[in-house]
């Protein structure tokens, strides 16, 4: 009798898990596509379209030159021409890699994100995210292959991530904001599983990627505190324990 107890208590104890880890997270998403449909993710949308249309498009005999002359980031390429493509660069998905997995996971986690954090929020996270895994790419060619976090000249001329790392650190940030810790720890425990498995400049760019989302969520952080300091400083000294007002 006292099996089926046990399978309550862990069923139980399974869903206050998860209305821990994502109730929040879950209502705020399902309440915007409750009320506002596909109108609360048109940045969502947006990318999803430009993905898919680098995607067919770079894919052409004709095609392949153009995407690359505006959305390529390698760490060969000159610095300003770097930074000029990494806006279009989260766009442009990876030729060896399936580009429905991308898609799905720019709907997914730029829809959350956009819903949860706001449109300018997500862009500015997304391009961090990519020009940190880009600056890497620079930095660790420069300290060669027996650096710790060198990387070996080769990868210069290796393309960068595409959507994957602002994917990433969007993931990372919308853990943090919505308290989701396990999740959270279970994005940077794939992404360091994924150098150690095949240790490459996309999964070391991914490591980047979540250490300026880290940044960015200790950042946010600290001028939270601060406000609400601040607001708690105000709220104290508009109430007067009696006393009368001080005239000038």
Not at 81 to 99: E, G, I, K, R, Y
Not at 126 to 138: D, K, N, V
Not at 150 to 173: I, N, Y
Not at 196 to 203: D, E, F, M, Q, S
Request: hydrophobic content about 50%; glycine content about 10%.
């Amino acid at each position: 009798m006292a099996a089926p107890q046990a399978v309550g208590d862990q069923t139980l104890s399974a869903r206050d898990f998860a209305r821990r880890e994502w109730g929040a997270l879950y209502g705020t998403v399902r309440t915007a596509l409750v009320q506002r449909r596909w109108r609360a993710i048109p940045l969502t949308l947006t990318a999803v379209a430009l993905t898919s249309f680098f995607q067919v498009v770079q894919n052409q005999s004709w095609g392949y030159g153009p995407v690359r002359a505006i959305g390529f980031v390698q760490a060969e390429d000159p610095l300003w021409q770097s930074l000029l493509h990494t806006p279009l660069s989260l766009f442009v998905p990876a030729l060896d890699l399936p580009v429905w997995g991308a898609l799905a996971q720019v709907l997914l986690v730029f829809g959350i994100a956009e819903i949860c954090i706001g449109r300018l929020r997500t862009l500015a996270i997304a391009y961090a995210a990519t020009l940190a895994g880009t600056m890497y790419a620079r930095l660790g060619i420069a300290l060669g292959p027996d650096h710790p976090l060198g990387l070996p000249a080769s990868d210069a001329q290796v393309v960068d991530t595409g959507p994957s790392a602002a994917v990433v650190g969007l993931a990372v940030f919308v853990c943090w904001r919505y308290r989701a810790w396990w999740t959270a720890a279970l994005v940077v425990a794939a992404m360091v599983g994924e150098v150690l498995v095949k240790n490459n400049l996309a999964g070391k760019e991914h490591l980047a990627a979540i250490a300026a989302a880290l940044l960015l969520c200790v950042v946010a952080e600290v001028r939270g505190g601060r406000r609400g300091r601040r607001g708690q400083g105000r709220r104290e000294g508009t109430v007067r324990s009696g006393a009368p007002p001080m005239n000038s």
